[in-house]
């Protein structure tokens, strides 16, 4: 499908210009330099607490075990490979709050305040060994955390061809 | 889609008659169904999709051809399907860009269209272990539609792409609030913001009213019910992007923003649950790459000592699923038969045992191994997961 | 086909609730509906055919790409839709045969197969009259899919058809006994008995379990829900070639076996009932030839008086609809647009005043002309009927 | 699609022999030389009282008028064109007996016996002015009932290209 190069407009004109306003109710994600984190902080203890209530049904007790998946690392020698989880699986810190807070608790998406998510968040990088119990967790010290997996993710460097990698 | 069912099928369920009640003994002599509003599909059929809470697999071993009837089209959601209003809808573009911009559906629909037929498949396709096993349990989530939408490089001009952006979040409006990063260069090239699905709007479980989809790539970044694209100069490194949809490769390394769909080929007649007689045989399946077009499909019929050429059916297309067929005598002595595909780029569909030596036992994604049936003596077609091997 | 309704849509069928009762306030805040086994219409998307008791049109203004969602396929039948139960259903091939012979559905699926996607259009296909026309009110009866059978040929190889069988009769099962007689040829040429549609099986309106399908020739030769195939040598001069699907030409002449599909196109946006703004639009529409590929589409959006050529979408297949686009800046003055095709034996669409020059005002069937829509100043888009003119 | 020509088999071997019993059942077709025709006849007499009956309804008193349309020629001046009936546009007699007995009445398709078909064509002849009211129809002379359309018949010769025709 081409357009004739001499009739393609510059803008066509649909469409209509984003307020600041709007695009922040929306501009809820979180990067790995921290950029999107809101103010307030979370710390480990608050957060074990929130997770006994709204998480450990799903997720285990202590985030482990759980229908819907461990979050935390342990190593059960009756399993072939550890479980993947955020202490032995995920690259970055920021991901927990940005997920936790777009997508859970899964049966009730949204209802978690920013306080709220900052404590699981301080939580489960405590349960994972990642940070200690009295850390504080904020837009500052988040994407400080160095996660023990990002050393191992590395991105897709094939090209097509023959080769099977 | 709220017209009263006109045919004799729709009335059977309406009127809670069993279908087989209104079979007429001889139907030239009794008129039939007047025509009706939609179409219905035979209620001898039933051609239907294997869910579970988080996906659903389309029965390839019972399509023809290579379009999937889009109440077919598998699905892969993380937060179930969400009703949304099309007129309320809107697609926010912000970021890195000369103008932040909001489109209604309608907006997107007045835009410059294209269309192309491309096969949408999830990288998580694989599953063995059982010999009684289908195409559709083993990888039935991958599907083909004719989309119709606005390049997204055409909104990307519109709103004034800035040279530093270099990767773009795209978030979906579902409770998942599905999120991905993909490369600028993705959305230049191909990727089209769409809004049609086989010549109608989108179905709700493929993104209605307007998804993004990226040809050739993994069917997750084709983010459904798409309401915010945010250009940026790195990538969010969501949880779909690193905990989910990376896999394990040799060394102990995870290998992520792995987008291409690997070459791939299944035979899907004679498969199971299918018996067959001996005698002439067309085998049948399908094959696809996600970097280009298929060029090649290649079937064995003795457990892969020989191989040879299958037809192609035309048209071939670019990152598209393409019917092969390779007709065969077969004298009734057990046998195994497989296919495997090249693509454009020279690639060729590995062994599972290729795939397991090159990336490690603990992979996962991306995982597109020959498939081989096993064709006993009496007619039946199993599986051959490795374990058998 | 019969499995429980399993969407949000679905669920308010079958519960009695009111679509509206389901839309949730923020789609982000609840879990969606699980994973179904047949996926749905979305319960905004209104969007249907137009039945009388004989025939029923596809709403071409509403569709995108080239495929015709197969419930929305137009249809046209004699004495209503048959129900046919596929496990009995036959098809006898006898005359001048070497061997006469009966195939079951499965039997007519164990042979080599064939897809293609290509057009069948009814050759009654015109109305005109009024303004307030859509492209369905006008063209309606015609749609496009993907079909996949058997090649005639093949079976014709099958039974040994005689070398002075000229002409076959085929024989539809329906409380019409629907029959046509059709030239050896084309059956040697490219006829299909098909018996799947886009991906899956037939549907009940377009002849389940199996028709016979002519790739560019007038719809009522496609015989549908297809029981029969006699080999002869003269046509039997049914009812549907001599009392109807035969038109009047010059000298009080009538024309019967005109089998071929003249090139036409038509522009499905913006047409009515479509109210458009002026700047930059985006003119759409469908352009096909029974007699082999479209070549170019033309459009004109200042009455006829000068032509630009139009983008068409790959892939242009032989006998099939092709979409065309052409993007224009309208000033929002008063106009008319229309298209029109050229196909790959050099016919050019023609005009109203031309068919009639042609054949004489007693001419019916086969009836093509450019259909030109009036934009109005207010951006209200109405037909050009021939006595407005 | 082409199949490799070495490996096409003369036959697939799929499918049964028809025997003629089941042929018979099916082969309903009439040809214009009389090649189908049942025994039996008919006359106009006794097809008139049947089309009264089973017919009239649909297509009017005496084959003029009615909901689906008149089936004999009538001159009617208030009509721009004579409507299109078996005695103006239908070119085989035959044509008449194999699509009574294929498809009409039109809610009770094949319920008519072949003695009927063979009236009501015989009727409808002779309502045309096509046959006298004393004629006898059966499979001798219905093939030789020269139809007033039959000289206006004339095969399509477009063959593609330019030409408008
Ligand atoms: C009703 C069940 C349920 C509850 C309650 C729940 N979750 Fe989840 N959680 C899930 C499911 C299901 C998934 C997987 C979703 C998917 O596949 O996209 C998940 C995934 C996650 C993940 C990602 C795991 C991974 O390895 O990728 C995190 C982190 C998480 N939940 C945290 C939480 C927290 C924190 C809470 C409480 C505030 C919570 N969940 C409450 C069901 C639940
Ligand atoms: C219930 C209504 C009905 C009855 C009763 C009926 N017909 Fe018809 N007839 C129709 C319809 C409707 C058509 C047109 C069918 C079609 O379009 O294929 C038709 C078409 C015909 C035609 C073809 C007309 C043409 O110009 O092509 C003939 C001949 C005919 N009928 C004869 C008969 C005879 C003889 C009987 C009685 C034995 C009969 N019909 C009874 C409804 C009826
Ligand atoms: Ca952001
Ligand atoms: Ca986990
Ligand atoms: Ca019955
Ligand atoms: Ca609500
Ligand atoms: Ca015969
Ligand atoms: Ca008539
Ligand atoms: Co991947
Ligand atoms: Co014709």
Chains 1, 4 share one sequence.
Not at chain 1, 75 to 95: F, H, L, M, S
Not at chain 1, 146 to 161: I, N, S, T, Y
Not at chain 2, 73 to 88: L, S, Y
């Amino acid at each position: 499908y081409l357009i004739k190069s001499d009739s393609i407009p510059a803008r066509f004109g649909f469409g209509r210009v984003a307020t600041s306003t709007e695009i922040a109710r929306l501009d809820i994600d979180i990067r790995p330099d921290g950029k999107g984190l809101p103010a307030g902080e979370g710390k480990p203890v608050a957060g074990k607490v929130i997770f006994a209530q709204k998480c450990a049904a799903c997720h285990g007790v202590g985030g482990v075990g759980g229908p819907n998946g461990s979050l935390v690392t342990t190593t059960d020698p009756t399993k072939k490979r550890p479980e993947k989880t955020i202490g032995n699986y995920w690259p970055y810190a920021t991901t927990i709050f940005d997920y936790i807070r777009r997508a859970m608790p899964f049966s009730e998406p949204g209802s978690l305040t920013d306080a709220e998510v900052y404590n699981l968040t301080a939580y489960l990088l405590n349960a994972n060994g990642i940070i200690d119990d009295k850390a504080v967790v904020n837009a500052k010290t988040l994407p400080n955390v160095v996660m023990p997996a990002q050393q191992l993710f590395v991105p897709d460097d094939r090209k097509g061809g023959p080769e099977i990698k | 889609a709220m017209a009263i069912a006109q045919t004799a099928h729709g009335k059977a369920v309406q009127e809670g008659l069993s279908f087989t009640e209104l079979i007429p003994d001889d139907p030239t002599k009794q008129v039939g169904t007047l025509a009706g509003e939609v179409g219905t599909r035979s209620g001898f059929e039933k051609v239907i999709k294997k869910p579970s809470d988080i996906s659903s697999r389309s029965p390839l071993q019972d399509f023809y051809g290579i379009i999937t009837p889009s109440d077919l089209h598998f699905e892969r959601h993380h937060a179930g399907i969400p009703v949304i209003d099309p007129n309320k809808h809107e697609l926010v573009i912000h970021g890195l860009v000369d103008k932040p911009m909001v489109f209604t559906v309608a907006d997107l629909k007045r835009f410059p269209s294209v269309s192309r037929i491309a096969f949408l498949e999830c990288s998580g396709n694989f599953r063995t272990g059982k010999e009684a096993m289908s195409p559709q349990d083993i990888c039935g989530l991958t599907s083909q539609s004719e989309w119709t939408g606005v390049k997204l490089s055409t909104l990307f001009r519109e709103v004034g792409v800035k040279p530093n952006a270099s990767w773009f979040l795209a978030e979906g409006g579902d409770a998942a609030i599905m999120t991905r990063s993909i490369p600028v260069k993705k959305g230049w090239d191909d990727a089209i913001i769409a809004y049609g699905q086989n010549g109608e709007a989108l179905r709700p479980e493929q993104g209605y009213p307007v998804r993004l989809f990226l040809p050739g790539w993994e069917g997750n970044t084709s983010i459904k019910w798409l309401r915010r694209l945010e250009l940026g100069d790195a990538p969010w490194q969501t949880r779909e992007e690193t905990s989910k949809y990376s896999e394990g490769i040799k060394g102990g390394k995870i290998r992520q923003f792995s987008f291409d769909i690997d070459a791939r080929s299944i035979i899907t007649f004679p498969a199971f649950p299918a018996q067959v007689e001996k005698g002439w045989i067309e085998i049948r399946g399908l094959a696809w790459s996600g970097r280009g077009k298929v060029v090649k499909v290649e079937v064995s019929t003795d457990a892969g000592k020989s191989w040879h050429i299958a037809e192609l059916q035309e048209p071939v297309l670019d990152k598209a699923h393409v019917r092969f067929r390779y007709l065969w005598h077969w004298n009734g002595a057990e046998t195994e038969i497989m296919s495997r595909v090249t693509d454009e780029t020279g690639y060729i569909q590995p062994t599972f045992k290729q795939l397991i030596e090159a990336r490690g036992a603990d992979s996962g994604y991306h995982f597109n191994p020959i498939t081989a049936w096993q064709l006993k003596a009496d007619g039946r077609v199993l599986n051959k997961p490795e374990n058998v091997r």
